[in-house]
T-cell receptor
Framework: NAGVTQTPKFQVLKTGQSMTLQCAQDMNHNSMYWYRQDPGMGLRLIYYSASEGTTDKGEVPNGYNVSRLNKREFSLRLESAAPSQTSVYFC????????????FGAGSRLTVL | AQTVTQSQPEMSVQEAETVTLSCTYDTSESDYYLFWYKQPPSRQMILVIRQEAYKQQNATENRFSVNFQKAAKSFSLKISDSQLGDAAMYFCAYCYNTDKLIFGTGTRLQVFP
């Protein structure tokens, strides 16, 4: 099925460990996004990529890095995980900046002990 | 800075009845987009309805409609003939000129038979 695929769906890490969340879309979308969802706070933008080869910080970028590997893939890396990064992470993609309709992945639940 | 406020953490409705979820936002822009997203227990973010600020006519999608009051910066969602499958978290979101969505904190809707 066409859409946004995130891996892994669940992950448990110890404080200080690193990991990468993978995201791929097969809709030929130009823009891609990483959000985190915490209880009572809605979704907050971590990083985004308006097009292949560009990335920009969102509202809560500290502790994260991203790579727009190609048009299809946008990864989110935690270099040294902290308990404050326990959250559900969503990847999303859009046709182009300004098209205003995003397709979301199913989410990845990350727990940092 | 743009903000989105959902003042109702939880709402409930009887099956087949009508319920209205509230959303207010703050922006100095005149041309922007507003959205309602549904998040069922599966965590998938599903676009319910989209409103373009330059359009005076309220958007409608089957049983879902909005009451868009631009001057009051209000964007409420009305669900008619509520169904058990409507039970979910509902998020109001705003964006201006890009696809960077700013989300409210969400309203949990319960539907009772």
């Amino acid at each position: 099925n066409a859409g946004v695929t995130q891996t892994p769906k669940f992950q448990v890490l110890k404080t200080g460990q690193s990991m990468t969340l993978q995201c791929a879309q097969d809709m030929n979308h130009n823009s891609m996004y990483w959000y985190r969802q915490d209880p009572g706070m809605g979704l907050r933008l971590i990083y985004y990529s308006a097009s292949e080869g560009t990335t920009d910080k969102g509202e809560v970028p500290n502790g994260y890095n991203v790579s727009r590997l190609n048009k299809r893939e946008f990864s989110l890396r935690l270099e040294s995980a902290a308990p404050s990064q326990t959250s559900v992470y969503f990847c999303a993609s859009g046709v182009s900046p300004g098209a205003n309709v995003l397709t979301f992945g199913a989410g990845s639940r990350l727990t940092v002990l | 800075a743009q903000t989105v406020t959902q003042s109702q953490p939880e709402m409930s409705v009887q099956e087949a009845e009508t319920v209205t979820l509230s959303c207010t936002y703050d922006t100095s822009e005149s041309d922007y987009y507003l959205f309602w997203y549904k998040q069922p227990p599966s965590r998938q973010m599903i676009l319910v309805i989209r409103q373009e600020a330059y359009k005076q006519q309220n958007a409608t999608e089957n049983r879902f409609s909005v009451n868009f009051q631009k001057a009051a910066k209000s964007f409420s969602l009305k669900i008619s003939d509520s169904q058990l499958g409507d039970a979910a978290m509902y998020f109001c979101a705003y964006c201006y000129n890009t696809d960077k969505l700013i989300f409210g904190t969400g309203t949990r809707l319960q539907v009772f038979p």
